[in-house]
C-alpha cells in the first residue's frame, strides 16, 4: 500500500497543481472461478485474515453484535489474458443473496488504501453486504473512453468489472439485482462509467471526488440509474467546476472532466429526471433530481428511510472540503485540502445505495 506520505513525496517532484491531479486513490479484490466477457477469467483465493474480534479490524463489521468477524479474502480473477487482482470481505455467513459493493481506489493508490480511508468494508459487511476492492492496472483505471499509450484498450476495465461481479454472483451468492459501485477520485470516475455504460449491471453507484470524463474521452449514461456525486467545494487536484482542458502529465494523459453538476445532470437527463430541487445541509449543499418512475416526493414510500435514495440523482457538494473523503479519519497527502468532518460520506452512500435498489 502507498501511505498519503508515498503520495506526498511523489506529489513533491512535480509543479502542484499537476502533481496533484496524477495522485486519485481506489481499491479491491475478489475470489472464485468463472467465466465472462474479455476471455475466460479464473479466479482463486490466495490468502484470508480474521478480525480480533467482533466488529474490529480488516473486515470487522458484523450482521449482528454476536456474530463472528467478516473475513478478508485476497483473490485473483483471469481476465483479457491478464491476471487481475482484488480484495474481498464477506459479511457474516447467511444463505441468504448479498447485496454486493464493487469499490474502485483512486489513481496512485490500491485496494488497502482505500478500506483504510473508507471503512467501507465494516459499515457494509455489517449491514450484510459483500465488498469487493479490485486493484486497476498500474495503481489506475480507464475511466475515458479514449486510447492511451499506457491504456491501449479503454474497455478492459469495464469487461473486469463485468467479469468479476458475474464470479462474485457465482462464488459468493451475490445478488444480482442488488450490486452497486463507488470509488474514490479516479475511481469514482470508473464507478460513474460502469454507471454510464452497463447501467444493467448496477443498482446504483456513487463516485466520492470523481467526474465523467468528457472531450475525446467522454462518457455518456445511456439508462436510468440512481447515482450519487460527493464533491469538495474546495477541490484543488480536480476542481468542482470540472478540467476540460488539463494539464499534461508525463507518466499518463490527464483526462478531461465535465463539472460535479454536470455529471450528475448528464445521468439526471438519462434518466428521464424532472427539474432539481435544491437545500442546504449542515456542512454540504444537496441537489436531487428525480428520476421519471420515483414515488412523489409527498407519497409514504418516498418518505421512509428505505426509499430515501430511491429513484434519484444526487449532488452533494460538501463545504470546506477537497479532493478528500468526507468524515475519513486518515490525513490526505499535503496539498488535497482538508477533509469535511460534516458529512460521513461511507455512511451517506450506502445508505443512498441501500434504498435505491431496483
Not at 480488516?58 to 485476497?74: N, S
Given at each position: 500500500?502507498?501511505?498519503?506520505?508515498?503520495?506526498?513525496?511523489?506529489?513533491?517532484?512535480?509543479?502542484?497543481?499537476l502533481?496533484?491531479?496524477?495522485?486519485?486513490?481506489?481499491?479491491g479484490?475478489?475470489?472464485?472461478?468463472?467465466?465472462?466477457?474479455?476471455?475466460?477469467?479464473?479466479?482463486?483465493?490466495?490468502?484470508?485474515?480474521t478480525?480480533?474480534?467482533?466488529?474490529?479490524?480488516?473486515?470487522?463489521?458484523?450482521?449482528?453484535?454476536?456474530?463472528a468477524?467478516?473475513?478478508?479474502?485476497?483473490?485473483?480473477?483471469r481476465?483479457?489474458?491478464?491476471?487481475?487482482?482484488?480484495?474481498?470481505?464477506?459479511?457474516?455467513a447467511?444463505?441468504?443473496?448479498?447485496?454486493?459493493?464493487?469499490?474502485?481506489?483512486?489513481r496512485?493508490a490500491?485496494?488497502?488504501?482505500?478500506?483504510?480511508?473508507?471503512?467501507?468494508e465494516?459499515?457494509?459487511?455489517a449491514?450484510?453486504?459483500?465488498?469487493?476492492?479490485?486493484?486497476g492496472?498500474?495503481h489506475?483505471?480507464?475511466?475515458?473512453?479514449?486510447?492511451t499509450k499506457?491504456?491501449?484498450?479503454?474497455?478492459?476495465?469495464?469487461?473486469?468489472?463485468?467479469?468479476?461481479i458475474?464470479?462474485?454472483?457465482?462464488?459468493?451468492?451475490?445478488?444480482?439485482?442488488?450490486?452497486?459501485?463507488?470509488g474514490?477520485?479516479?475511481?469514482?470516475?470508473?464507478?460513474?462509467?460502469?454507471?454510464?455504460?452497463?447501467?444493467d449491471?448496477?443498482?446504483?453507484?456513487?463516485?466520492?471526488?470523481?467526474?465523467?470524463?468528457?472531450?475525446?474521452?467522454?462518457?455518456?449514461?445511456?439508462g436510468?440509474?440512481?447515482?450519487?456525486v460527493v464533491?469538495g467545494?474546495?477541490?484543488?487536484?480536480?476542481?468542482l467546476?470540472?478540467?476540460?482542458?488539463?494539464?499534461?502529465?508525463?507518466?499518463?494523459?490527464?483526462?478531461?472532466?465535465?463539472?460535479?453538476?454536470?455529471?450528475?445532470?448528464?445521468?439526471?437527463?438519462?434518466?428521464?429526471?424532472?427539474?432539481?430541487?435544491?437545500?442546504?445541509?449542515k456542512?454540504?449543499?444537496?441537489t436531487?433530481?428525480?428520476?421519471?418512475?420515483?414515488?412523489?416526493?409527498?407519497?409514504?414510500?418516498?418518505?421512509?428511510?428505505?426509499?430515501?435514495?430511491?429513484?434519484?440523482?444526487?449532488l452533494?457538494?460538501v463545504?470546506?472540503?477537497?479532493?478528500?473523503?468526507?468524515?475519513?479519519?486518515?490525513?490526505?497527502?499535503d496539498?488535497?485540502?482538508?477533509?469535511?468532518?460534516?458529512?460521513?460520506?461511507?455512511?451517506?452512500?450506502?445508505d443512498?445505495?441501500?434504498?435505491?435498489?431496483r
Amino acid at each position: 500500500m502507498r501511505s498519503s506520505r508515498d503520495l506526498a513525496s511523489r506529489a513533491r517532484r512535480w509543479p502542484a497543481a499537476l502533481a496533484l491531479a496524477l495522485l486519485l486513490p481506489l481499491a479491491g479484490c475478489a475470489t472464485g472461478a468463472d467465466s465472462g466477457p474479455g476471455g475466460d477469467p479464473s479466479a482463486t483465493g490466495t490468502g484470508s485474515a480474521t478480525a480480533t474480534g467482533p466488529g474490529t479490524g480488516p473486515g470487522g463489521g458484523t450482521a449482528t453484535g454476536t456474530a463472528a468477524p467478516a473475513p478478508e479474502v485476497r483473490g485473483q480473477l483471469r481476465a483479457d489474458d491478464r491476471t487481475r487482482r482484488y480484495l474481498l470481505h464477506r459479511p457474516a455467513a447467511t444463505d441468504d443473496p448479498k447485496p454486493l459493493l464493487i469499490a474502485f481506489h483512486g489513481r496512485g493508490a490500491d485496494a488497502a488504501e482505500l478500506r483504510e480511508k473508507s471503512r467501507l468494508e465494516r459499515a457494509a459487511t455489517a449491514r450484510g453486504m459483500l465488498v469487493a476492492f479490485p486493484e486497476g492496472l498500474d495503481h489506475g483505471w480507464g475511466a475515458g473512453t479514449r486510447a492511451t499509450k499506457q491504456r491501449p484498450d479503454p474497455g478492459q476495465d469495464v469487461r473486469f468489472t463485468e467479469a468479476l461481479i458475474k464470479h462474485l454472483v457465482r462464488t459468493e451468492h451475490a445478488d444480482p439485482e442488488r450490486v452497486y459501485a463507488t470509488g474514490f477520485s479516479n475511481g469514482g470516475s470508473m464507478a460513474l462509467r460502469v454507471a454510464a455504460e452497463r447501467p444493467d449491471l448496477l443498482a446504483g453507484a456513487v463516485s466520492v471526488s470523481g467526474q465523467l470524463p468528457a472531450g475525446n474521452a467522454a462518457v455518456k449514461p445511456t439508462g436510468p440509474l440512481p447515482v450519487m456525486v460527493v464533491y469538495g467545494a474546495d477541490d484543488p487536484v480536480r476542481p468542482l467546476a470540472g478540467w476540460p482542458s488539463p494539464p499534461p502529465d508525463p507518466e499518463e494523459p490527464i483526462l478531461p472532466s465535465l463539472s460535479a453538476r454536470d455529471t450528475a445532470a448528464a445521468f439526471a437527463a438519462a434518466g428521464g429526471a424532472g427539474k432539481p430541487v435544491a437545500r442546504e445541509e449542515k456542512g454540504y449543499d444537496r441537489t436531487v433530481w428525480r428520476l421519471k418512475d420515483a414515488a412523489p416526493e409527498d407519497s409514504t414510500a418516498a418518505a421512509t428511510g428505505a426509499a430515501a435514495g430511491a429513484a434519484t440523482v444526487q449532488l452533494l457538494v460538501v463545504h470546506d472540503a477537497g479532493h478528500t473523503w468526507p468524515g475519513s479519519t486518515v490525513p490526505p497527502p499535503d496539498g488535497f485540502g482538508p477533509v469535511s468532518k460534516a458529512l460521513d460520506a461511507t455512511g451517506t452512500l450506502l445508505d443512498f445505495l441501500t434504498g435505491s435498489g431496483r
